[in-house]
């Protein structure tokens, strides 16, 4: 079977929002309305931010508005791995925050925990397995990686082990796995439309008022509040969160230090006993590889794969448009390393092909801070790891909203923000500059040329 021949059948739709369970829209907002709260944006930051606010003060009366429905966007089309970093990795945080990273470590494994307490207080079945993460190399500079990783991992409590190549290939049978890190305690897997609808029931619940198809295009001062204009009609707030991750932001000034960049996934159709007993992974770990150019990939509970990574797209401008969630030629490539990795599953079809796009931001984990005067709040930039700490970002922004003080707001990793983005045709010209290398790196032994090392000694730097 060729590549094309398994992608022939392929359904150009998110394999995790083509469900007929999923939620039938609220009613979009008909006429002027004031609140206490109000949050734009329905995906994970904003729905958390909802259920966080009305646990905290049942009588609050909260409003959340988003433009096209509850999790559509970002936090339904992920992989649904919800890892418990808060950094983008130990490495990326040791280079940016060394001197808080036990305390941000702590704080994110705490986060995790409150994840899965919500999961089970309001019953949402989104599949939730606290499995773990697999790390593999596929190369043999990639090796002594992995043991560094499990070392350091160990020195700050995780629960980590380091697997030879026979161990590694044990829990998951590829010819390509030369080495493997499984982090056992920091990453759970989620099927995440379910987990964004199982947190819009929970807002409905407890009396959040949800309206879809609810576009927000202005927002300003109007006494002591703020004044949020939409399509139809006018939400007044005393207070705002926004969460639109990688849409453009109602606060112009925010805009420069988010990019788009659209990542891609395909699904497998189910696999049969004979794959599954082929393929090994009983323990069913989210598994990534340690290039530059990384595939991230996961079992689902009818025992499908998910396949994804590798290519990241920038479209000039912050271009945003469906036709984005597209990329004949890139599912063609992932489908190629699909087979390359599981020689094994030959003759498998591809059941969904689907994009869709990140907020990245340059230090490549979200930042949370305050605008006019206090009353609006934003959490942005979490670089493909905002499944779980989406809810961490949540409960910042609502602190800050408060003027309350707490472990969060205290640490120069929240009250920073990153370096902005360049303005075009630099911010173009310096993503494509900064692919070519990585993908260079990843081809020399992961060895970092000078634009990556110039990169690195100005805090810009990032491998995965």
Partial sequence: MTRSSALADTAPACFWLDSPDRPEPAEPL??????????????????????????????????????????WAASGRNGGFC????????????????????????????????????????????GFERTGALDVATEPHQVPWLDDDVEQARAYGHDAVFLDQQAVRAEVNSPTYLAGSWHRDDTALV???????????????LGVRLHEHTAAHGLRRDGTGVRITTSHAAVRADR???ATNAFPSLLRRVRPYVVPVYDYALMTEPLSPAQQD??????????????????????????RILWGGYDAIYHWGNGMRPEFDRRPATFELLAKQFFATFPQLEGLRFSHAWGGAIDTSTRFFA????????????????????VAASRFGAQVMLDL???????????????????????????SAGIAL???????ADRNGGRRGPWLRTLDRLGLGFDS
């Fill in 30 to 71: 008909g006429g002027d309305t004031r609140c206490d709260l109000a949050v734009v944006g329905a995906g994970y930051t904003g729905l958390w931010t909802a259920l966080l606010a009305k646990e905290a003060d049942p009588s609050r009366d909260v409003v959340l508005i988003d433009a096209g429905t509850a999790g």
């Fill in 83 to 126: 890892a418990a970093s808060l950094t983008h990795g130990l490495d990326n945080g040791l280079a940016r925050f060394p001197d808080e990273l036990h305390t941000l470590e702590r704080l994110g494994l705490a986060n995790l925990d409150a994840i899965e307490a919500s999961v089970r207080k309001y019953d949402i079945d989104c």
């Fill in 191 to 205: 099927d995440p439309a379910r987990l964004a609808w199982g947190l819009r029931a929970a807002c409905l619940r």
């Fill in 240 to 242: 705002v969160a926004l």
């Fill in 278 to 303: 082929a393929l090994g992974w009983q323990n069913r770990q989210g598994l990534g590889d340690v290039s530059n150019q990384f595939h991230y990939y996961r079992r689902s509970a009818d025992n």
């Fill in 367 to 386: 930042f949370q801070r305050t605008a006019l005067g206090g009353r609006v709040a934003y959490s942005l930039g979490y670089t493909g790891l905002g």
């Fill in 401 to 427: 909203l408060a003027g309350r003080e707490s472990e969060a707001t205290r640490l120069q990793a929240v009250r920073s923000r990153p370096v902005p983005f360049p303005p075009e045709p630099a911010r």
């Fill in 434 to 440: 900064t692919r070519r290398a990585l993908a260079r």
